[in-house]
């Protein structure tokens, strides 16, 4: 049986576990896609949510309009995973990311994260009415290219 998840917006009371994923994915030199940046505030939690909120409408300059997610698993309310959605797509998301960017934390791939939480952005991009999404990944990222 599948483990129940959905996606939440990030909020202080995942400040602890959003750090431990961050380092969890140091410690296995996985690549921060799909985390919104959040390696550049380890130590401003605070400073990325403002963030994050203001990329909802107010992005810097070449980025796109964006909403991020964790994806928790709701029998331990643990983060499993980080799903960037992206609205406008600038040259750089062009050439670069995608409308959607994601990771799954390294102990918790292989389990059918990352097909669900995709499947659950293109729920978004369907309610939202977008009818084409670009999705890319690097050429040698095989689990990516899977999903």
């Not at 959040?38 to 309009?65: A, H, I, Q, T, V």
């Not at 669900?116 to 991009?125: G, I, N, Q, S, V």
């Not at 369907?126 to 999705?135: F, G, N, P, S, T």
Request: charged letters at 35%; proline letters at 2%.
């Amino acid at each position: 049986m599948e483990d129940v998840v959905r996606l939440v917006s990030p909020n202080m009371e995942y400040e602890h576990q959003a750090i431990e994923y961050m380092l969890e994915m140091k410690e296995n030199n996985s690549a921060f896609a799909g985390c919104a940046m959040l390696e550049n505030y380890l130590d401003n939690y605070g400073g990325w949510l403002d963030k994050l909120e203001r990329f909802k409408n107010n992005p810097d300059e070449g980025y796109s309009r964006s909403e991020t997610y964790f994806l928790v698993r709701e029998k331990d309310n643990r983060i499993v995973g980080f799903i960037d959605l992206r609205y406008d797509l600038t040259d750089f998301i062009f050439n670069y990311g995608g409308h959607i960017g994601y990771s799954v934390r390294p102990s918790e791939r292989r389990k059918g994260y990352a097909k669900r939480m995709l499947k659950m952005a293109l729920d978004k991009y369907r309610e939202l009415e977008v009818d084409k999404v670009l999705i890319c990944c690097k050429e040698n990222n095989i689990g990516s290219k899977k999903v």
